[in-house]
Antibody
């Protein structure tokens, strides 16, 4: 059974840092593209970052230069290092697996339950 | 950036009735369009990909159509568990989501 479990959220001051983790089971993180998607309180979904199976990484303009996506293959875990945090980064952060089926490539077929990041003084 | 616009923002429907949700892209996304369902306090769930293909385990009452810039999600006969927020997402050029349509009980 595929499972994604996020952790690492919490309250942080503006300008601070936080590292989110997403522990995966039931599949191999390094064999799929994996993304982080966030949702500000009461708002819609915003794609944040992706890491492809080959290791290439990409970011939304809103977080470029501040956030870093990575993975630890030995732990089958995805990470999001967030630096220089701003109030507008406050959101629930979800990790999501890129769909495995070739016909669905691009969609996200499994999501974690999310972890809340609050940036406030 | 491709902007996705969903309408209406809120749809009030009685159980057993049909619901039709719309999604428009600011430029063509071909058929690279997915629909997700999100209930309060839960993560989104993939319903439809490729504009019209149901994901594994999704009931047949959910159907998607469209290509290019105009897309529709239809729920043929609303069940109590279908009242939720629905998002469209394009994955033709990176990823962007619509702002969501809330389907509420009339």
């Amino acid at each position: 059974e595929v499972q994604l479990v996020e952790s690492g959220g919490g309250l942080v001051q503006p300008g601070g840092s936080l590292r989110l983790s997403c522990a995966a089971s039931g599949f191999t993180v390094s064999s799929n593209y994996m993304s982080w998607v966030r949702q500000a309180p009461g708002k819609g979904l915003e794609w944040v970052s992706v890491i492809y199976s080959g290791g290439s990484t990409y970011y939304a303009d809103s977080v470029k230069g501040r956030f870093t996506i990575s993975r630890d293959n030995s732990k089958n875990t995805l990470y999001l290092q967030m630096n220089s945090l701003r109030a507008e980064d406050t959101a629930v952060y979800y990790c999501a697996r890129g769909a495995v089926a070739a016909s669905a490539r691009g969609a996200f077929d499994y999501w974690g339950q999310g972890t809340l990041v609050t940036v406030s003084s | 950036e491709i902007v996705m616009t969903q309408s209406p923002a809120t749809l009030s429907v009685s159980p057993g009735e049909r619901a039709t949700l719309s999604c428009r892209a600011s430029q063509s996304v071909s058929s690279n369009l997915a629909w997700y369902q999100q209930k309060p306090g839960q993560a989104p769930r993939l319903l439809i990909y490729g504009a019209s293909t149901r994901a594994t385990g999704i009931p047949a009452r959910f159907s998607g159509s469209g290509s290019g810039t105009e897309f529709t999600l239809t729920i043929s006969s609303l069940q109590s568990e279908d009242f939720a927020v629905y998002y469209c997402q394009q994955y033709n050029n990176w990823w962007t989501f619509g702002q969501g349509t809330k389907v509420e009980i009339k």
